[in-house]
């Protein structure tokens, strides 16, 4: 399942930054706009994997996973 998450792109001086909306924590800083939507893409989905981790270890054994829309 695709998801789509919002990037808020800015040039700032030589650099290109930008943050996920959604996501607090995921920012980053490139040369380029497009290095940077790249860049993003990547630590959104480090992110979103490391945050699944962490849930499903604090979690322990006998959880169970259910799909929220908003």
């Given at each position: 399942?695709?998801?789509t998450f919002t990037a808020v792109v800015k ?16 920012n980053c800083q490139e040369p380029t706009r ?37």
């Amino acid at each position: 399942m695709q998801q789509t998450f919002t990037a808020v792109v800015k040039k700032e001086g030589d650099w290109w930054i930008g943050w996920i909306e959604e996501v607090p924590g995921v920012n980053c800083q490139e040369p380029t706009r497009e290095a940077l939507l790249q860049t993003l893409r990547v630590t959104l989905g480090e992110a979103i994997e490391f945050n699944r981790a962490e849930a499903r270890s604090a979690a322990g054994q006998g959880f169970e996973e259910f799909s929220i829309a908003v």
